[in-house]
């Protein structure tokens, strides 16, 4: 068995919810190792469509150890709405257990106030956050001011620190013009979510360590995608976390020798939510049959998403980043219906082909994409249940992408539903 990361290689939505669903069922445990509420997996399972925004996807198996590791910021709201919504469907009914990281830092009802307030404030520069507090909550975790699970469950240590933390807050909400927060205020409901959610706080990095020490198999679900890492991304239109493959060893707490594979998604296009450069974006009409086709609308927050072909050049960059091992291609059917089908190989800029996705968001904004092109097809492949019997263009432009990232295309998707994927090689077997 193997312990495995699957790690979106784009600016996110590439289908990691689906992938990791897929994948759980040769995994012992599933792990979600980052991100908060801030993202979103949406499942559709059985005819139904289900999303989730921290329980991991494994949950929807049986007999699984299902984890939020202690790199995630938790929003208690979300995940009690989720633990009631997986019990309404029956799904800790079915051996499963769930753990929440008495580590993880939880995102308070101030943190939101500040995160609307500051987006509002900043008007055309805004960056275009989820509105969901995750880049306050992860400014109080670094400056050693956050309330983590642990203080949330012990209602003495949580009181403690809101006295310590809300006059400097609430000075900043003030200055934002937004109204101020009260210990009162907070208290009561906080310590009902902390008694609901009391029962799943485990050590959830220990566990994980003796699961691999038994040999069991691992798998760790990463949020958002590698052009939002805070490090490595578009800076500053990025989230407030590393979204990296490395960011499940260091948030977790194990050595980075314990992980056999590492599986990108990539989506057959691009799409972004937000602000930010987007160098293959189209404001056309092959822009706007990716967006109905693939119903690009975000999960978490219902924006449309800017759509766009897809970017070998940042694709590689990313690829590298993460030490891919094999790579999963989504929504391979939207393309069905065009004529030709572009990928950006190079880019322009200032007048200079370069082949490196700049660091400077700036220079990224000013890039004009150098495009390849092959032969679209005309026939709807999602029906198709074997890679051998998909059209020959589409055999071409898969075959075409592994040449041009130097990469395996493990699995290839169809659909939407479970059974819409081709696994052309079990990445957890591979080699």
Known sequence: MANMIVVGTQWGDEGKGKLIDILTEFADMVVRFQGGANAGHTLEVDGKQLITHLVPSGLLHEGKRIAIGPGVVLDPETLVSEIELAGEHGMLERGNEFLLSHRAHVVMPYHRALDAARESAKGKSKIGTTLRGIGPCLEDKVART??????????????????????????LLVHYGAEPVTAEDILPRQNELAEKIAPFVADVGEIVRKEMERGRSVLFEGAQGTLLDIDHGTYPFVTSSNTVSAAACTSVGFGPGKIDAVVGVTKAYTTRVGSGPFPTELD???????????????????????????????????????????????KLDVLS?????????????????IHSLPADSQ?????????????????????????DALPKPVLHYIKWLESLLNLPIDIVSVGPGRGETLMVQNPFRRG
Request: glycine letters at 10%.
């Open 337 to 353: 219906g065009m004529e030709k089908i572009k990928v950006a190989v190079a880019y322009r800029l200032d007048g200079e082909e």
């Open 363 to 387: 220079a990224i904004e000013r890039i004009e994409p150098v495009y390849e092109e092959v032969d679209g097809w005309q026939e709807d492949i999602q029906e198709i249940r074997e890679k």
């Open 146 to 171: 956050g309330i983590r699970v642990s203080d949330m469950i012990d209602k003495d240590i949580l009181r403690r620190k809101l006295d310590a933390r809300l006059p400097e807050l609430n000075a």
């Open 284 to 330: 056309d009409a092959d822009g706007q049959h990716l967006q109905k086709k693939g119903g690009e609308f975000g999960a978490t927050t219902g924006r449309p998403r800017r759509c766009g072909w897809l970017d070998a050049v940042a694709l590689r960059y990313t690829l590298a980043l993460n030490g891919c091992t094999s790579l999963c291609l989504t």
